[in-house]
Every structure is written in C-alpha cells, then in structure tokens.
Nanobody
Framework: QVQLVESGGGLVQPGGSLRLSCAASGFGFSTYHMSWFRQPPGQERELVAS????????SHVPSVRGRFTISRDNGKNTLYLQMNSLKPEDTAVYYC?????????????????WGLGIQVTVSS
C-alpha cells in the first residue's frame, strides 16, 4: 500500500521556521522525483519546490527561493522542506507528491502519488 504522510506543520509566527517531513512507503521512493505543493485558502494547489530522485536536481519557485529548502534522504524514504523566514502568505495546506519524469513536475495531473496534506499557518 502506497503512503505519503506529511508531518511537522502547525502555527508559527511571522519570521519563524518549520520543517516539514514526508514519509514514503509502498513504492520505490528513490526512483521518483518528489515535490512539495501548497494550497492557500480559496486558491489552487501550486508547486513550491522539487527535487530529483538522487537529490541532485533542485527547483524552488521564486516566492520561496532563499527561504525554503527541499531535501530528501533515500535511506529513510523521507522528503523534507525546511521553511525559514515564514510570511503570512505562506499559510496553506502543504502536500508532497511523487512524479516519474522531471519535466512533468509542474502539472498536478502527472503525479502518481500524493500525501493527504498538512496545515501550515503563519500568524501573530
């Protein structure tokens, strides 16, 4: 049974930090490229960052570049998102997803597996 389980979310003040984790099981984690998406209230799901299956290729959207860092540990089948200097506009449900082709990472429909999501709220 394939599972992607996010953890590490919660309420944080502006300027604070959180580290999200996504634990994978039931599929070949190291053969998939992985991404973090987020869905702010009332908006569509959007790509935040992606990482290649070997952890070499990295991609962060401009709005989080320099503040968020995606990483993975294939030995632990876990994906991470370190989020620093958080802003209220980072408030969203964050999802991890698994995709086969690097060039397909921008499109939600191309993802084979998704986690259920975890809430991140940035507020004073």
């Amino acid at each position: 049974q394939v599972q992607l389980v996010e953890s590490g979310g919660g309420l944080v003040q502006p300027g604070g930090s959180l580290r999200l984790s996504c634990a994978a099981s039931g599929f070949g984690f190291s053969t998939y490229h992985m991404s973090w998406f987020r869905q702010p209230p009332g908006q569509e799901r959007e790509l935040v960052a992606s990482i290649g299956n070997y952890g070499i290729s990295l991609s962060h959207v401009p709005s989080v570049r320099g503040r968020f860092t995606i990483s993975r540990d294939n030995g632990k089948n876990t994906l991470y998102l370190q989020m620093n200097s958080l802003k209220p506009e980072d408030t969203a449900v964050y999802y991890c997803g698994a995709v086969r082709k690097w060039s397909d990472r921008w499109t939600i429909e191309n993802y084979d597996y998704w986690g259920l999501g975890i809430q991140v709220t940035v507020s004073s």
